[in-house]
């Protein structure tokens, strides 16, 4: 069984970096990693549309950065339950280095092939590492520290999406792209060195257990089983992969366009593309920081700041919607990622609360699986209307009006337990 965060007083953000020194390592790690990783995916769109001039090339391309970690989350998800963690992150970073490395090769039009190719090596490590990085969270923090832990490594990667967007947009609307790439090999780099400072035991029960293909492919149904038998734990799996096909991704995809089509600042729009990315990673941010504030680590309480996180993110795509001005769509993406953010950090520490040591890798995994797979989607959708008669507000308009779904399933869904527990 994993203890119950709400039954002890938590640590503040200060105490946890102060105290906990395999947390300190995995947060600065982190941090590199993220700064990098937010100026590949900043170039590399810029890059594609500056290449290609199609909005569904650009589409494309989100939806190979989602399909391949997709496809591997299976495989993923079982290493992350039977193998050290630690190793897993830092394999993934070395690989992911000499990948990114090879980003230099992709010049013309001609080449769009190879960095879709690139892209999809790199971002099936993303795949290992993702819910491997997850996972470790209980094994290097106590269990009052685990909100903590999980608000402000969620916060980070909002923060660099802001800092490393904002740098990576400005920088390869002033100067190219290519730098973009070198600098994200150095990062990824960089983060495996500090994760290698690591302090964990050699990890994990299983790591005796049968190592056979046969093994791995029942772990990995026993991990399905799970889900299936626990479906309050499925349900909040759902969520980000929800998020993504009506708020995130999708949207991320119009970004593109917004900045090439409507409000170009920098080379290939890469300026005003960074101030989008930049601005959604600050309400990401900031948004569950503040609302963790007022909820606490209580699961009620997290689940109900999820149906208003919907809510905001839907507030936010109306105010973009009608593309009054770069000042506008820069507020609306703001708006909408608070509620992004929120569903995002919320449903991780769901998790974290609800899932046992055992089965968490595979979980995660799954959670994953399940984003990647509605970030795929949302990203083809939305990259096929670009290339129609449809015109960009109708395309946010559209989003606006189909986010109520997943709103009020959520929230009757929420209600309904509320009822249950009392």
Do not use: C
């Not at 001609?110 to 999809?120: A, Q």
């Not at 947009?169 to 780099?189: E, H, I, K, N, W």
């Amino acid at each position: 069984m994993t203890a119950d965060p709400t039954t002890e007083t938590g640590v503040s953000y200060t105490e946890l970096l102060r105290d906990n020194r395999n947390f300190r390592y995995l947060w600065f790690g982190q941090i590199v990693s993220l700064l990098g990783d937010w100026f590949n995916l900043v170039a590399s769109a810029a890059l594609i549309g500056l290449l290609t001039q199609s909005g569904l090339a650009v589409g494309s391309l989100f939806v190979v950065r989602m399909l391949a970690p997709f496809l591997v989350s299976p495989i993923a998800g079982v290493a992350a339950d039977r193998y050290n963690r630690k190793s897993l992150l830092i394999g993934a970073d070395l690989v992911r280095a000499a990948v990114v490395l090879a980003f230099l090769l992709v010049r013309d039009a001609g080449d769009v092939w190879l960095l879709y190719t690139l892209t999809g090596f790199q971002m099936a490590m993303s795949g290992f590492f993702d819910p491997a990085h997850t996972a470790i969270l209980p094994d290097i923090a106590k269990p009052r520290e685990l909100g903590a832990v999980n608000a402000l490594s969620s916060a980070t990667w909002s923060v660099m999406l802001a800092l490393g967007a904002a740098l990576g947009g400005l920088f390869s609307g002033t100067f190219g792209m290519y730098p973009a790439f070198v600098l994200d090999t150095f990062t990824f780099l960089l983060s495996a060195a500090l994760l290698m400072q690591i302090r964990m035991p050699a990890k994990l029960a299983s790591a005796a257990a049968d190592k056979t293909v046969a093994a791995a492919v029942g772990q990995y149904l026993r991990g399905l089983r799970y889900l299936r038998a626990h479906k309050d734990v499925l349900v909040v799996a759902l969520q980000k992969a929800t998020m993504a096909l009506f708020f995130a991704t999708a949207f991320q995809v119009l970004q593109v366009a917004i900045a090439q089509q409507v409000f170009t600042v920098g080379q290939g729009g890469g300026t005003s593309l960074g101030l989008m990315f930049g601005l959604t990673g600050v309400g990401s941010g900031l948004g569950p920081i503040l609302a963790r504030k007022l909820t606490g680590d209580d699961p009620q309480s997290l689940k109900e700041a999820i149906a208003y996180g919907y809510l905001i993110a839907i507030a936010g795509i109306i105010v973009t919607a009608p593309l009054l001005s770069l000042e506008t769509v820069l507020l609306g993406s703001l708006v909408r990622s608070i509620g992004s953010g929120v569903i995002w950090v919320f449903s991780t520490h769901l998790l974290l609360q609800m899932v046992p040591d055992e089965v968490r890798g595979r979980v995660f995994a799954s959670d994953f699986m399940f984003f990647y797979l509605g970030s795929a989607l949302a990203s083809s959708l939305v990259g096929a209307a670009l290339d129609t008669s449809l015109t960009i507000p109708n395309i946010i308009w559209t989003m606006a009006a189909l986010g109520v779904i997943p709103t009020v399933f959520w929230t009757v869904w929420v209600m309904r337990g509320r009822r249950e527990t009392v």
